[in-house]
């Protein structure tokens, strides 16, 4: 692939990366955000292969494959298992009077959305710019120790590590804190990338075998807060612990 058009589609793929990233913080709706954290697995994918620019490195594009599958298929349908097993919620007690099909059914769609964030839509979309400088500024410094392609691409890694760590701690539901810790998660997984031109095939395999077990474990805890609290937002478990 000439040397060009290689780092045409590499900036372009991750711009994608970061614009997934900042599309998640002005979403509301649950499963909308799931299918923009596919998207952004897509584009983490595309990161991989695009290192390797001339086809010659099996192990890159067999990480590239994974994480394709792991990060824009896997997490993304665990997820959606979870945000529909919390909407769905418990029934109610038959011959309930708290328990009209209105009363239940505003719940519902409460859950399936981020209602009150710590941060509005606004200020969030002007932090994203904020970190996104402050990204660049920081690894202003390492892009100068070896200008290439993937290490001119560097803070765009790291604006996502930053943009996932701000979804991480000003969301209130615990399905939109996966989302943030995921996002951290890819946004980490990219700067590797891009830093070392790719990572050993085993390191990867382990990485993400935490992150499967982290969804798994997370997807189980939302949907028991749900069938005990009637809720999965997190000021309820900080009630809980105020008690």
Do not use: K
Request: glycine share 10%; hydrophobic share 60%.
């Amino acid at each position: 692939m000439p040397g060009t058009l290689h780092a045409q589609l590499l900036d372009l793929v991750c711009g994608a990366f970061l614009l997934a990233a900042v599309v998640v913080l002005w979403l509301r709706q649950l499963a909308s955000i799931v299918r923009v954290f596919a998207l952004q697995g897509v584009a983490l994918a595309g990161i991989a292969a695009l290192l390797d620019g001339h086809g010659s490195r099996w192990e890159l594009l067999a990480v590239a494959a994974g994480i394709g599958l792991l990060r824009a298929g896997l997490l993304p349908l665990l997820m959606r298992r979870a945000l529909t097993a919390v909407a769905a919620g418990p029934a109610p007690p038959a011959g309930d009077p708290a328990g009209d099909p209105g009363h239940h059914y505003a719940e519902d769609v409460s859950e399936a959305r981020e209602t009150q964030p710590l941060v509005n839509v606004a200020a969030s979309l002007l932090s994203a710019a904020l970190l996104t400088l402050l990204a660049y500024a920081v690894a202003r410094p390492l892009v100068a120790l070896h200008p290439t392609p993937a290490t001119r691409a560097l803070p765009v890694g790291l604006a996502v590590v930053l943009i996932g760590f701000f979804v991480l701690v000003t969301r209130r539901r615990a399905l939109a804190q996966v989302v943030g810790f995921l996002l951290l998660d890819n946004g980490i997984t990219a700067t590797a990338f891009l830093a070392a031109s790719g990572v050993p095939l085993i390191v990867e395999l382990g990485v993400s075998f935490d992150v499967l077990l982290a969804v798994l474990v997370l997807g189980i805890l939302t949907t028991r807060m749900r069938a005990a609290f009637g809720g999965t937002g997190i000021d309820d478990l900080r009630e809980l612990c105020e008690r």
